[in-house]
């Protein structure tokens, strides 16, 4: 749609529907008591709004369309994804199906030992996936990069540490990728590739991990909007790769004064999507508050929002751990939050209210 | 603290000192290997940081002690708030107590039939405090104000009629309070009395609405940090009333792009203002989402995060109310709301993991 | 603009044209490919969107108007405040005229010396206007509240300190109205009442000051989007009073970490407020930064964006003000700051181009 | 420094001063009346922030030291960075020198004619850097992504036009960089690397991008806070390549409701980033503002703020632009935005006071 300025002349609402009409669209016309609106009639992707909206006397170009039909459910009618959530089936697990998914582990793999410990604690607290962190992104170049950065020989045996842990303990196993050159390397070792929040708007990374046809988890950037991260989704999409996990992981703190989490968890974002798409969404407490005391408060909250499982970071001794240790929780808590939150997804599936 | 610039100069470091002395303190100083901090022990509130940070040489000057001291835990400990948790008492309803509480009503009272109506079908629900607004704060000056906008005798009938039908339907009643000429007249008809997210940083209003010693349902500013929300409660706390329900009701959303929801819920806000005072917490999805189709997600996560309660906005037609028609759901849809929350409610107290 | 969902019935299009028509406007259909679009044509403000947005089918209710048509450009064509930009005229001072105006003085009047003392300064800086707070908001209630906080009588004698300064000095005098209470008493001292960031949306508090038919300094809160702050400033300007200096003052930052200015100024809404209303814009670089080592760099951004003047806070001696010390700067460094200011507002207003 | 909670016991304060000296630092026990706080003497970043923050009895560890010390004033003093503002030569220009450098060109280069043209127009207008776009990052997967995605010899040849137009016209040219594959191919043809905001996490491609050891052009990410900013900076200087001109270009706007600018252009980022940083420091109005009618007011503050630059999209003809159409003005805007800043660069100058 295309709201006129109010003193817009005949002549310039003319070209403006001249140029709809020449990319195949209709145009409809409103003149109303303070100014002309065209309503655009016909496929908004062949019209580029950037240029309708600079045009002699164009007050604003607004697209009425969403930019992410491929994953939406106004769009999906009758494809594949058609009017059912997905479920992403990885061994006997179902990723957004009727019950909640747990995925666990260190933040870093810092030794065989460490991850196998973590691994048997997870699992016995009832998770079905692994994760450890071997390239991992940091704040400072002068902390602790991961195995990953040491070299490629250290970066491919913690992979394959990985690999093995989710063997012994019958888990799926997830790992980041952090950049371009890392992607092949990780596929041959892991069931669901992540891409990590800093890197959600890097479309060269999140195409070429998508091309690896395996399930993707896709943390939202702490600054971007819904629409944003959904607009960015559709990039893995359009390699034909829906098995996207998409998950809620706090968004840069407002207001000055003391901080009292690392971000705001944005649990409305959970049923916001899930009113938008079909794909599974997930949330992580760990990076989402940066506070291991909050983390059983936020999982419960995420799952009574409507998440289909959550992302925890996990160590036998938060203490002891390399990187992150403040929002590590141990197996114990995690067998706590894990209890907790199955209980209240029993309470939402009988909830009958659409909600 | 205060923490120098890295070449501060003796002398500037012995000002600093002379000046926290002065006020009765002792000043630590630490030679570190690129600057010095100088650390404050004592009664930090006898000492301006303001003009400490403007001294001489002196890079910054952090407060370590909470501004909040009377609603804290942490100072509270040998006074009456103590180390329990607080619980306001009015008539059969105890908030912050054992049972979740849920506050109902239409956003705007309209009428009396409207308002009875809505009454009898929150109360059957299960709504324990009847909420309606007469005084009504609103963004275009051009929209309905609420019947209080109408005259002084509009405003007591409005007035009236929700203590009246407080008596009938046997619930506690609240109204929002905007200004200050509004406090007494309101104070006469309602059990608890209701500052908007507009007015919380207003310290003449909420000081003369704490003056009432009447329970206060105080609102969380959507620009404003949890420290300075927790510092304006000080100022109630500081007029001796500490029956005071906070309230988290979204904070300003954040990104570029189409908005889906009003504001951001900030549901981490709960556990952590939890942690940091003993005054009961509650949440606002109505306010918070702006959706009605997002209420019972909301509505659960936010017990699932540990609040005592909610704020609900509901009419028997929500395509007939006059103000903020889109986030009302029908007494119908609460019984559900209060059903889901109930049981989410039982789970979490009874997950033994402190969270 | 009402856009349908795209599985909307006949029925429920039918049903939203029939409201919009109840209502005295057209209603234009478009039924594009893949959704149907309403367009109203008449006078927006006579249909509620919120009334509509809840209809069966509807996905968005757009308002094309704006909500502050009184202090508009576009609505403005014929009345008073015609085509020009608003002068507000004050003894000799032209407030959004061809020169910019400062306005001075101390975040908190102390005592009659101080005061005094510092209006000679600003004075011979090249001050026009002198600003010094009587009853200042605070974060803490625990901090110094001003003189009007310790009684009547303080108040109304720091009030006639102000007023004696301005004769004396021959500078139009200002102080902020932060409660209902204290508006008639300010009003018979003062030429322009300023309204602080924090009761920008007290609606009931601004509708009196307005009445008072004196100048109005009215800042944006640190949380409100332009639309929001122009929307209230609406409300002064429906009870006749369009002498309103509009003030932009810092937004509150985004981003976690170390913050390095209290607020972030948001120097962008002085060229678009301008292109929005008539009124004249001014920029608080004191508060938008918190560091006085920010202002000539702040001020001098803020005229080349176009501001019309500036308020900034003056003390002799910093380092003992009792209020906001860390932002007032001396009269030796105002006066730097307005020489700068005047000569880049001469490039500005001698560049060609419309900006 | 780390602040105890106030119940901590000796033992626990016992274990954290271990802790500390154990890496070889000095710890300074503080007893308040309340609390007690360690200070930390010596290189902090031989200690994790991380661990100390979770070990018992722990409330906050806090980091004193700035995080990027590399390209910090304080750190600095003796090394070749020293005290003076780095200037970066390239040709016959010096960025951060005594004149504002201008950098310009059109958001994606569509033709050769089309660069060809708009480098002679920018040239005449008074730009020495001429920027264009190959490989575009783009919220939609189904918008136009730049020459450099139809293929790798387009890319080439795209890439292979700049370095003429460069030579022709006598201006140094440079284009962005969005993925690690592309990095070597683009160092062969362009004088200054960009990194774009949404890649500035992305530290394997800072990394390698630094690694070309030409100057990079490195833009704030719209949700960083300027500590971030400065830290992922430090990425680059680690590498050895202290060739880095920073670049404030917005960040996420912040409240509810129509956004007027595509983004919140944060101006004291400029005065604040020098105050730390004797890096030089840019302004990029064009996706600041997303509005071409607001570039010159914004230019203009940008220089005034203290900006050694400006990065401007220009095209001849905005109107048929494919990208960005809204933002770019023509050569002859851009001739008065020159003109208007030197005058103002010049003022600046002069000004005594430090700012």
Request: aromatic share 6%; proline share 4%.
């Amino acid at each position: 749609m295309i709201i006129m300025k109010s003193d817009a002349t005949e002549e310039q609402i003319n070209r403006v529907v001249a140029e709809i009409k020449s990319r195949g669209l209709r145009a409809d016309v409103s003149h109303g008591a303070f100014r002309t609106v065209i309503g655009l009639v016909g496929d908004e992707t062949k019209v580029s709004f950037d240029h309708l909206s600079v045009l002699p006397g164009v007050k604003e170009a607004l697209r009425v369309e969403i930019p992410y039909k491929l994953i939406s459910w106004e769009y999906s009618k009758t494809s594949e994804g058609g009017h059912e959530p997905r479920i992403i089936k990885l061994k006997d697990i179902n990723i957004g199906g009727s019950e909640p998914v747990f995925i666990a582990g260190p933040c870093a793999v810092e030794s065989k030992a460490q991850l196998f410990k973590i691994a048997e604690g997870v699992k016995k607290a009832g998770a079905q996936v692994l994760r450890g962190g071997v390239f991992k992104p940091r704040s400072s170049v002068h902390a602790f990069q991961g195995l990953g950065a040491v070299g490629r020989e250290e970066a491919e045996e913690a992979l394959s540490w990985l690999q093995e842990a989710g063997r012994k303990y019958e888990m799926a196993v997830m790992t980041e990728v952090r950049g371009e050159t890392q992607v092949e390397l990780i596929a041959k070792y892991v069931d669901i590739l992540q891409v990590g929040a800093r890197n959600m708007y890097d479309q060269d990374l999140i195409t070429s991990v998508a091309r690896q046809q395996k399930p993707v988890f896709y943390k939202r950037h702490f600054g971007a909007g819904i629409e944003e991260f959904l607009s960015f989704a559709e990039y893995m999409a359009a390699e034909g790769n829906k098995d996207i996990i998409l998950c809620e992981r706090g968004i840069v703190p407002v207001g000055k004064g003391k901080s009292y989490t690392r971000y705001t968890l944005d649990l409305a974002a959970v049923p916001v999507i899930k009113k938008e798409t079909y794909l599974p969404v997930m949330v992580d407490p760990s990076h989402g508050t940066g506070r291991r005391d909050l983390i059983l408060s936020m999982s419960c909250a995420a799952i009574a929002a409507g998440a289909c499982g959550l992302m925890i970071e996990v160590h036998y001794d938060p203490v002891e751990a390399l990187v992150d240790a403040q929002q590590a929780i141990t197996p114990d808590e995690l067998r706590e939050v894990i209890i907790a939150c199955k209980a209240i997804h029993k309470v939402i599936a009988s909830s009958k209210h659409k909600g």
